[in-house]
């Protein structure tokens, strides 16, 4: 924990997102016993010991199905079980509220959207009453929960875009307001496509702090208030906003991740364990065999489809790479009840198909996918020993992949092929370090496999050294700190002119 995090003694902290840190589950169908799901990766695994810390609460969507069984009255749980240290406040949704909410407004409309992807928006009416509403048990659940003159509310998400206004609608002029988007934002010319265009920033606007994580979506931001948003006014220099009555901070902060845990997963039994087994199973074990490896949730966005258009063509004007490295694409199957992901991922299967039955041969599988879901030793494992891995992302707010798969080369040998249009590569340490790729180039992409997988010793090792040193730096907690930092410096400057 870093000296911001300290500071937030006497603060109220609030985290609110869609997803909940713990689930509860019943252990099996004709069971009454309730198991509980702890947080995994990323930013829930990260914020958990904080809310430990700091006593908070956090308010998120009950999605478990004995969660609502084993709610008390006013539908909090203290977490963790075994050492219980924070209320988790759980909001209730029928199915047709995930419908219309989830797989609705904000995975057929929003993520698309920001993700520039338009043809495959759906904004309806149902799905945007719908948002509405939820954003508003949202905002109601966390009212509850502020008290005291220290409430420092966290939003994450475009799931809660509404919430922040809602919040203060409802007469909560104190609380400190932050919110974290951790999907792009597109400039105008997309936005604009948007039929709630106004409302969403007039959402987001009651926040204090505004955060994205990188420069570009600040600045295609603050370009859509600007030319979106009557009776807003933008500060270029401070990158700030006045709108009605009330000031915006808003600034990139890069999120990171706990770089020090994965190498030392990476080190661990279990990830040898899984990496043998693999490696024997898929004859990898031999040296002359590379491994390539993907890891992505199954989303359009991921250009997961590219990549296999980029081995083919790879395959086919250079036999002389068939049988010298296989590709492994760990692949989590994600919003399957939206047409669109359906077809993605029959596409996927198809494309693993065509390659394997084009180029494979009876000692030799160039394809391997991998459906089910791994523990985080044996993904370490697994990315330890990739020779290479594609992030190949058409867009991506970060990719915490590509700082994962750093993290856990501590033999700092392999290299990271990277999409310019990850937000990861918007940091120059990544652009000077990676192969940088354009996904839609197919050739480009193509020859850049060829050239990572041909790379020399020297030259990898000096590139994964100086990306290693940058993913400890700018790990989980110095994002958290900065965080908070933003915060802390808005508390008090906003207390310093109360005061004057
Ligand atoms: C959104 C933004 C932004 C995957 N398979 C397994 C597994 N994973 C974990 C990875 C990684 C996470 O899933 C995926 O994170 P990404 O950052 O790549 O992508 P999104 O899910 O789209 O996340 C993205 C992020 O939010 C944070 O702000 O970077 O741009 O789209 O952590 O490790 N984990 C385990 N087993 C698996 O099989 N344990």
Redesign the pocket.
Known sequence: KGAATDSLAGVNLLVVSNRQPYRHEFASAADEEVVVERP????TAGLDPVMQSTEGTWIAWGDGEADEAVADDDDCVVVPPEDPAYTLRRIWLDEEAVDEYYYGYSNQGLWPLCHSALTKTRFSQRFWDTYRAVNERFAAAVAEQCAGDRSWVWFHDYHLALAPRMLRDRGESEALLAHFW??PWPGPDVYQACPQRRELLDGLLANDLLGF?VDRYVENFLDCVEDLLEGAVVDRENDAVRYDGHRTLVRAFP?G?DAERIDRQSASDEAAGFWWEFAREHDLVDPERQLVLG???L?Y??GILERFDALERLWENHPEWRGRFTYVQ?G?ETRTGIREYQEYQNRIEEAVERLNERFGTDDWRPVVPLG?????EA?AGLYRHADVALVSSIR??????AK?YVAAQRDVDGVLVLSRH??AHDEPTFAENVLTTDPLDTDEFAETIRTALSLPREERRQRMERLRRHVRTYDLSWWMDAVFEAMNAIESESRRLHDR
């Open positions: 995994t990766g990323g930013l951790h999907i994580h999120m991740v890891v992505d949730r989303d966005a991921k760990k989590t089910e879901r791994l523990s985080e993904l991506d707010g970060m990719n915490l992949v994962e990850a937000g």
